[in-house]
């Protein structure tokens, strides 16, 4: 026949202090995000790592021949030059032939912002380009048009480089 020995229960205060720790943990984690991954937690502040895209047109005659991967990697390079560390695996460029010229989109990761404010008309917690709030949306503008005209700028130094007006 077994056995079983029975532990002695733990005292209640010890209960309360591991409940109570295990909550604390949890609303740190949910303010302030978990280091090493994309959560940010709800804290404000500006952030990176948000899909975005471009798309335009550049007119031209279309008897010019222009690649998608040579603009991927032209732009790729511009962007690993304006911020060393940023995921050029995630940017992806497709280039469209017309009679009048060429369509392209590109698609990349740009800045966001974020607002946690508990007594502010609206929602509690915003994310995205705009959340409201001057400070933090002009940072975004100012970094996203950065990225953007870079991208640009790129794609027209590529067209004019084969031989566009």
Avoid: H
Avoid at 68 to 93: G, H
Avoid at 134 to 154: H, M, S
Wanted: glycine share 8%.
């Amino acid at each position: 026949m077994a056995s079983v020995k029975l532990q002695k229960e733990l005292p209640k205060s010890v209960k309360l202090l591991i409940t109570s720790a295990v909550t604390v943990v949890i609303f740190l984690a949910l303010y302030f995000g978990i280091p090493g991954t994309g959560f940010n937690g709800v804290q404000s502040g500006v952030y990176f790592d948000m899909e975005s895209g471009v798309e335009d047109a550049y007119f031209m005659d279309n008897k010019i021949k222009c690649t998608s991967e040579e603009a991927e990697a032209m732009v790729r390079a511009a962007l690993s030059t304006l911020r060393k560390d940023y995921p050029t695996d995630r940017v992806s460029v497709r280039i469209e032939n017309y009679s009048s010229g060429y369509r392209y989109e590109v698609r990349f990761v740009t800045y966001y912002a974020q607002k946690f404010s508990l007594f502010g008309e609206g929602p509690i917690f915003r994310r995205g380009p705009v959340v409201g709030d001057p400070t933090l949306d002009a940072q975004v503008k100012k970094l996203d048009d950065e990225i953007e005209k870079t991208i640009r700028d790129t794609l027209e130094y590529y067209f004019r480089s084969k031989g566009a007006k």
